[in-house]
């Protein structure tokens, strides 16, 4: 069975504009969710059931928001919605191997879980449409002025979610036919042709983000699913004669500096060990292998910057990370505020959350005998828990 999604980034979000602090003419689903564009989180949501991802939209940053991710170029999204599912319909049908089963997902939905997904894709074997939908547990009033004129049964009554699966054919074929339906999703199309539609157990974590107070809503379901991780570092190096010293990004004075493949900067090395670690990733040598020669001489700003796009690209961030110099000399006191800076520059994350101090070891060991410099990372992360922590 070959699996197409629609992602649809076509709408205007009338409503999310008039209640947003930003005002009219914010597009809700490009608007950033705990590091990334909603949008992007509802692409990568979908990408791991479906074979193809097709977005649906116009604006220029449709493309931006999902780049790097495996999808088709975007298609012009249609003045109503019912017009960019169709555009999106004929687009996959032109392919040269048009999908099995078509998703039609909001691409102001980016939390939808994965075993909704699932479930809408396995119902699809017995169905020919079939959505996620969620009981209503609210009971429902009708009103008029102000005033209940109603209430009305909640008996039988569900809340219409998405990814929304539909056997390819068939929806294509009711687009074609059925165009003038002004109707508001793609199962009632379905319903009005007298094709039984199933519904699966939506939840209440696929929020669409429709109003500015979903957005906390949203942050709440992503927080909720991160686990705390710590990640210890260490490193020596030895000094050299003839060479610069270069300590947390910086170059600080002093009579030699550190020997090592790149610039050897030991505390950048161990704070990159300390993440590496607290990822689970490996250690600096496994991305950065020192017998590969293009890390020779290398500025060991590249690492931490590497090792910061890790936690990111793992849908985490950066609590906090402690370093701590061991030498004799130099002090590093008059450096360390110039140091948290430049290693919060790199992290890209406010400076608040980097401690860079210092300690000698009174003489003792090697650190005591200035032949070299030692450093120790603590970090703290957040990153999803991927269901087997
Ligand atoms: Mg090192």
């Known amino acids: 069975m070959r699996i197409a999604a629609l992602l649809l980034a076509a709408g205007r979000g009338r409503r999310f504009a008039a209640g947003s602090p930003e005002g009219e003419g914010s597009s809700k689903q490009f608007r950033m969710l705990r590091g990334k564009p909603v949008i992007r989180r ?9 074979d193809i991802l097709l977005p649906v939209g116009d604006d220029p940053l449709l493309a931006d928001s999902l780049a790097g991710l495996n999808v088709l170029p975007p298609v012009s999204g249609g003045a109503e919605r019912h017009d960019s599912v169709r555009n999106g319909l004929e687009t996959l049908a032109n392919l ?19 075993e909704v997904v699932q479930n809408v894709i396995e119902a699809l074997k017995t169905h020919a449409g ?22 009305v049964s909640r008996e039988g009554l569900w809340r219409a979610q998405t990814p929304q699966g539909f056997h390819f054919p068939t929806l294509l074929e009711l687009h074609r036919t059925q165009r003038d339906a002004r109707r508001t999703d793609d199962a009632a199309l379905l319903e009005h042709a007298g094709h039984p539609v199933a519904i699966v157990q939506g939840s209440d974590n696929n929020i669409k983000l429709t109003v500015a107070e979903d957005l906390m809503r949203l942050e709440g379901v992503i927080d909720g699913n991160l686990l705390p991780r710590v990640g210890l570092g260490y490193d020596v190096h030895a000094f050299e004669e003839g060479r610069k010293l270069i300590l947390c990004g910086i170059e600080v004075p002093h009579t030699k500096g550190l020997a090592g493949h790149s610039d050897a900067d030991v505390g950048i090395h161990t704070l990159c060990d300390a993440i590496y ?5 490996g250690d600096i040598g496994r991305h950065f292998p020192p017998t590969d020669n293009e890390w020779k001489d290398m500025d060991s700003a590249r690492f931490l910057i590497h090792a910061g796009e890790r936690i990111r690209a793992r849908g985490g961030f950066l609590v906090n990370a402690d370093i701590t110099l061991i030498c004799e000399r130099p002090k590093i006191g008059p450096h360390a505020k110039a140091m948290q800076d430049r290693l919060a520059e790199l992290l890209q994350v406010n400076v608040s959350r980097i401690s860079v101090k210092a300690t000698t070891s009174e003489r003792l060991g090697f650190t ?12 703290s992360i957040m990153v999803p828990d991927n269901g087997d922590a």
Do not use: F, Q, W, Y
């Open 42 to 50: 509802a692409a990568e949501a979908l990408l791991p059931h479906v």
């Open 96 to 114: 040269a191997e048009p999908p099995d089963l078509v998703l039609v997902h909001d691409g102001a939905r980016p939390c939808v879980p994965p």
């Open 368 to 379: 005591g005998r200035e032949e070299g410099i030692a450093a120790t990372a603590a970090v």
């Open 130 to 151: 079939v959505i996620p939908a969620v009981a209503v547990s609210d009971t429902i009033k009708k009103v008029e002025n102000g005033i209940i004129v109603d209430t």
């Open 277 to 281: 670690g607290a990822l689970a990733e």
